[in-house]
Structures are given as C-alpha cells and as structure tokens.
C-alpha cells in the first residue's frame, strides 16, 4: 500500500459524522486489510446514525461492504494481495458453547472485534473473520451485490428460525430493504406473500420481488386488508419495521395458530407488551431472530452466487464516498432506500 493515509467516515454521536484522513491500516497476526470496493449502507446503520446502537460503538461506520484485498498479516493462508473478497463484519470466537453448538450470533464476544468502517478506502478484517467469515467474490458476482451478504444472511438466518412453512401464507411489514429481502426469500419458498408498507416506490420492489399481493398502509388499514386477503390472517407476519406498535399488534394480524417473526430491533430497554389472550387462545407463537450463524453465511453466500437472489434492483443510488454525510442526511429525512457508497468514483461495479 503506497498511501499514507486514507478516507475514513467515523460516527462520533447522534447525526455526528465526520469523513476523516486516518492512518492506513496495517494488518496483525492472522488479519486483512481489504480495500473498499463497494459499501452498502443500511437501517442498522441509519438508526445508529439517528440514536446509537446497543451493540455497536460510535466510531469507524459501516459494516456492509466488498473489496479487494490490500495486505495480509502473518499466518494468514488461501487469499492473496489482489483477490476480491467478501466478508461479514462478525464472526463468533468457536470455543464457547454458543459456538460450539452452531449458534454463533449468541457468542458472548461476538462484538468484541469487528469488521467496520467499511464506509472507507479500507477496512481491517480481524483474524476471526478471516478464518471464518472472508470469502473469494464469486465470479459473474458485483462488488455490490457482493456487499449484500451480511443482510442476506441475517434474512436467512430469520427463516431458519422461522421453520417449515411449506404451504403458508406471509404478510411481511415494512419495505425496507430488510422486507424486501423477507419478500424475496418467501417467494423463492413457494410462499404467497403479501408486502406492507407505506411508499409507493417499497411496495413496486415487492412486486418486482415476488409478492402476490401489496398493501399501502396509507389507503388502507393494514389488520383489515390482511383479513380481506386471508380471511382469519396470514400463516406468518413478518415484522421488518423496528416500530414499538407495529411490534405489539402484529400478532393480531396472524390466523389462529400462526407465527410472528420479530426482526426489526427495538431500542434497548423496549418493553413490546401483547395481547395475552390472543398469544393464548389463538396459539399464536412469537419467534425472534437475531444476527446469523456461519450456517446462513454459507447460504446467503450460495444465494448470490447461483444468482437465486439478485438484490441490485433495491439499490436507489451509487454515490462516493466524498458525500457520506450528505447520503446520511438524505437517509435521515427519507429520500432513498439504499444506497451503494463507492470510494472509487461511481461507476457500478
């Protein structure tokens, strides 16, 4: 690496964002140095922008991206200076129990040492990463479409908490770029899938993304044209908004004896209270889900390389990484879904 310095964006507070020249970062024992390609900016991102995050640390910001390696540290064997890569920004510590038993997004470290920054001209990929969680990009396969990896699985990671679902109806809430991930992979089930949301532009993805049926929550009451659709309500609700209510009349929505995936993250402290009668009487199940495993890393991966999910649709704009705090702003007060943020200029790549 010839440069002295490079790019790097650093989150300091609530809407506090500064694009800073840092020192080039140099790679230990086991470690990458990966130069960003492509970044992909994100809701965790956008509500740790607006109000911090409970596992994340005001800092180096982003945590979705691809590139190509710049520098490897000692010990590091199977990738070379020059490979194009991808990687999620965790990987679980695989001695502890949680790991142990293949549930890694419950290792107690997890976040101990991460992969961000990747809002950047590079990112250090810590040794526990590369062992498990850096791959070759596949070939045929965009940086960006690349950097969709650690969403993906997390989506994957959802249905596997999820279960079978063979022969279920999905209402998923929210068209967000998470939702539409949700729509994508109920679709590719065989599912019947009912996107809600409340821009014009989500709900035109969704279709795009396999969903039957749409519901514009700002023309119609979102309970009562789930039942007009459903009858007694889908088999599955899938809640991508992050929204305390949304959270707490979700299971209204699902028929007797279906089930409430809660995915989008409330903020710490939250306390989502339900209908204990409908939990009840109607045995409707609360099912959570957070993060992924190296399991859903592994299918996501497989997903994009084989083409079954083809996400670039979802992309709103390529901007530079010179405009971060405007590409923030914009987020902020809605103008877009998601945005790849390219350091290399903007052509698509």
Same mark, same amino acid.
């Given at each position: 690496m010839n440069a002295v310095a490079v790019r790097q964006a650093v989150l300091r507070g609530p809407r506090i964002l500064d694009l800073e020249r840092v020192a080039v970062p140099q790679p230990g024992p086991g470690e990458v140095v990966v130069r960003i390609r492509a970044a992909l900016t994100c809701g965790t991102d956008l509500k740790t922008y607006r109000r911090g995050h &409970?596992?994340?640390?005001?800092?180096?910001?982003?945590?979705? @991206?691809s590139g190509d390696v710049a520098a490897v540290g000692a010990g590091v064997t199977g990738v070379r200076v020059g490979e194009p890569v991808v990687f999620t920004p965790t990987a679980g510590c695989g001695v502890c129990g949680p790991c142990r038993a293949g549930r890694e997004n419950l290792c107690p470290t997890l976040f101990d040492d991460m992969a961000v920054g990747t809002y950047g001209d590079m990112v250090r990929i810590p040794a526990r990463i590369v062992r498990r969680h850096l791959f070759s990009r596949p070939e045929g396969l965009s940086y960006v479409e690349a950097a969709f990896l650690e969403p993906l699985a997390c989506v994957v990671h959802g249905w596997r908490r999820l279960g079978p679902v063979d022969g279920s109806r999905v209402a998923v809430i929210g068209t967000g770029a998470i939702g539409l991930l949700h729509v994508r992979e109920a679709a590719r089930r065989g599912l019947e899938v009912v996107a809600v949301g409340r821009r014009a532009a989500g709900l035109d993805l969704a279709r795009r993304f396999g969903?039957?049926?749409?519901? =514009?929550?700002?023309?119609? $009451? &979102?309970?009562?044209?789930?039942?007009?659709?459903?009858?007694? @309500? &889908? $088999?599955?609700?899938?809640?991508?908004?992050?929204a305390m209510e949304i959270w707490r009349i979700a299971p209204s929505?699902?028929?007797? @004896? @279906?089930r409430v995936l809660l995915f989008g993250g409330l903020p710490g402290g939250s306390e989502p209270t339900f209908d204990a009668g409908r939990l009840h009487y109607g045995e409707v199940d609360?099912?959570?889900a957070f993060h992924y495993c190296a399991v859903d890393?592994? $299918?996501?991966? =497989?997903?994009?390389?084989?083409?079954?999910?083809? &996400?670039?649709?979802?992309?709103?704009?390529?901007?530079?990484? $010179?405009?971060?705090?405007q590409i923030f702003a914009d987020l902020d007060r809605g103008v877009g879904l998601k945005y790849a943020v390219l350091p290399e200029g903007t052509a698509w790549q």
């Amino acid at each position: 690496m010839n440069a002295v310095a490079v790019r790097q964006a650093v989150l300091r507070g609530p809407r506090i964002l500064d694009l800073e020249r840092v020192a080039v970062p140099q790679p230990g024992p086991g470690e990458v140095v990966v130069r960003i390609r492509a970044a992909l900016t994100c809701g965790t991102d956008l509500k740790t922008y607006r109000r911090g995050h &409970p596992r994340l640390r005001y800092g180096p910001f982003g945590h979705e @991206g691809s590139g190509d390696v710049a520098a490897v540290g000692a010990g590091v064997t199977g990738v070379r200076v020059g490979e194009p890569v991808v990687f999620t920004p965790t990987a679980g510590c695989g001695v502890c129990g949680p790991c142990r038993a293949g549930r890694e997004n419950l290792c107690p470290t997890l976040f101990d040492d991460m992969a961000v920054g990747t809002y950047g001209d590079m990112v250090r990929i810590p040794a526990r990463i590369v062992r498990r969680h850096l791959f070759s990009r596949p070939e045929g396969l965009s940086y960006v479409e690349a950097a969709f990896l650690e969403p993906l699985a997390c989506v994957v990671h959802g249905w596997r908490r999820l279960g079978p679902v063979d022969g279920s109806r999905v209402a998923v809430i929210g068209t967000g770029a998470i939702g539409l991930l949700h729509v994508r992979e109920a679709a590719r089930r065989g599912l019947e899938v009912v996107a809600v949301g409340r821009r014009a532009a989500g709900l035109d993805l969704a279709r795009r993304f396999g969903a039957a049926h749409t519901i =514009n929550v700002r023309e119609v $009451d &979102p309970g009562e044209g789930l039942r007009a659709l459903h009858g007694g @309500g &889908p $088999d599955i609700v899938v809640e991508c908004t992050g929204a305390m209510e949304i959270w707490r009349i979700a299971p209204s929505w699902a028929a007797a @004896g @279906g089930r409430v995936l809660l995915f989008g993250g409330l903020p710490g402290g939250s306390e989502p209270t339900f209908d204990a009668g409908r939990l009840h009487y109607g045995e409707v199940d609360l099912v959570s889900a957070f993060h992924y495993c190296a399991v859903d890393v592994i $299918d996501s991966l =497989n997903l994009l390389a084989s083409g079954t999910v083809t &996400p670039a649709a979802m992309i709103g704009g390529v901007r530079p990484l $010179d405009e971060i705090q405007q590409i923030f702003a914009d987020l902020d007060r809605g103008v877009g879904l998601k945005y790849a943020v390219l350091p290399e200029g903007t052509a698509w790549q």
